[in-house]
């Protein structure tokens, strides 16, 4: 996977160089954990919708983007903000070899959760050792 | 800057302020070193305590004039796992973030998440009615809806203008 460094836990801004819309975006926080016969994706992206997910994978990239609805605060004052309201834009390098065709995503409380699962031949397998 | 009583002259001999003046520059200077280690909502040494460790979600608060508005991003955490309170004019959210607990034969790539309990309060700029309080959950998101208490709902006094 990436070797981006992390630095800090916070939803991080992106620069807002290559998109179209003109939104904040942010990356979201993941969790990516290995397992045997696949990688899981957990991100967090409080505000999206299920709907409002894309997931690509391409070459090798898996891309996700969650569009969110800018706040709505009309005639409404602001106290503390602490938080910025804006897409969630996220790219991996998957070096892993994937089966795109099976790939899953779910989303649930503000958590999207994807399934990629290795291809058949990347998966270990084990060799049983017969001792004589 | 901390202000200090000024104290008559003929005072300060017989009470031995004049050790007053000295004093608080050294508390202030304590308290400032104590924010700057202790303060920000990142904890000490800026980085939250391991990954079990507390967390504070973000929170967003915004009034009208009869409303009060708090929302919050908590992803991941279930409802029923939230818990909110008013006393006074303080607002508490705690809840906890869980963990999916399935730690077999796992590697993790990358562990930005955070999880544990967590705890907020927040001041809220007037009373409010307690009984109106209305809680929302929705894809991570926590909405507080609050009904400002009748007294505490501005009243517009229109000025007429007199001429002599």
Redesign the interface.
């Given at each position: 996977?990436t070797t981006e460094a992390?630095e800090n836990?916070?939803?991080a801004e992106l620069a807002p160089t290559e998109h179209t819309r003109n939104v904040q975006h942010y990356r979201p926080?993941?969790?990516?954990?290995?397992?045997?016969s696949e990688?899981t994706v957990?991100a967090?992206?409080?505000?999206?919708?299920g709907d409002s997910i894309d997931v690509d994978f391409e070459n090798g990239m898996l891309t996700i983007h969650g569009r969110v609805n800018p706040?709505e605060?009309e005639?409404?004052?602001?106290?503390?903000?602490?938080?910025g309201v804006g897409d969630f834009y996220r790219t991996f390098q998957v070096s892993e070899k994937i089966d795109a065709g099976k790939i899953t995503a779910e989303?649930?409380?503000?958590?999207l959760t994807l399934h990629l699962p290795k291809v058949e031949g990347a998966k270990p397998r084990k060799i049983a050792v017969r001792a004589k | 800057m901390t202000l200090i009583p000024w104290r008559g002259k003929q005072h300060d001999e017989d009470t031995g302020s004049a050790l007053s003046a000295p004093l608080h520059q050294l508390r202030s200077e304590m308290d400032r070193l104590f924010d700057r280690f202790f303060g920000g909502s990142l904890g000490f040494m800026g980085e939250p305590f391991g990954r079990a460790g507390a967390w504070m979600p973000s929170l967003d608060v915004s009034e009208t004039e009869t409303d009060i508005t708090v929302r919050a991003e908590v992803p991941g955490v279930d409802a029923k796992d939230i818990d909110i309170q008013v006393s006074g004019q303080v607002l508490t959210i705690s809840g906890e973030k869980k963990e999916s607990t399935e730690s077999k034969g796992e590697n993790y790539y990358h562990a930005e998440r955070s999880f544990g309990s967590f705890r907020r309060s927040v001041q809220l700029p007037t009373s409010i009615d307690a009984e109106k309080v209305s809680a929302e959950y929705k894809n991570g998101v926590l909405l507080v809806q609050m009904k400002k208490e009748k007294g505490a709902v501005p009243k517009r006094i229109s000025v007429r203008s007199v001429k002599d």
């Amino acid at each position: 996977m990436t070797t981006e460094a992390i630095e800090n836990t916070e939803k991080a801004e992106l620069a807002p160089t290559e998109h179209t819309r003109n939104v904040q975006h942010y990356r979201p926080n993941v969790d990516i954990i290995e397992r045997a016969s696949e990688l899981t994706v957990l991100a967090d992206m409080p505000g999206a919708s299920g709907d409002s997910i894309d997931v690509d994978f391409e070459n090798g990239m898996l891309t996700i983007h969650g569009r969110v609805n800018p706040r709505e605060r009309e005639g409404a004052t602001s106290l503390l903000c602490e938080y910025g309201v804006g897409d969630f834009y996220r790219t991996f390098q998957v070096s892993e070899k994937i089966d795109a065709g099976k790939i899953t995503a779910e989303f649930h409380d503000g958590v999207l959760t994807l399934h990629l699962p290795k291809v058949e031949g990347a998966k270990p397998r084990k060799i049983a050792v017969r001792a004589k | 800057m901390t202000l200090i009583p000024w104290r008559g002259k003929q005072h300060d001999e017989d009470t031995g302020s004049a050790l007053s003046a000295p004093l608080h520059q050294l508390r202030s200077e304590m308290d400032r070193l104590f924010d700057r280690f202790f303060g920000g909502s990142l904890g000490f040494m800026g980085e939250p305590f391991g990954r079990a460790g507390a967390w504070m979600p973000s929170l967003d608060v915004s009034e009208t004039e009869t409303d009060i508005t708090v929302r919050a991003e908590v992803p991941g955490v279930d409802a029923k796992d939230i818990d909110i309170q008013v006393s006074g004019q303080v607002l508490t959210i705690s809840g906890e973030k869980k963990e999916s607990t399935e730690s077999k034969g796992e590697n993790y790539y990358h562990a930005e998440r955070s999880f544990g309990s967590f705890r907020r309060s927040v001041q809220l700029p007037t009373s409010i009615d307690a009984e109106k309080v209305s809680a929302e959950y929705k894809n991570g998101v926590l909405l507080v809806q609050m009904k400002k208490e009748k007294g505490a709902v501005p009243k517009r006094i229109s000025v007429r203008s007199v001429k002599d």
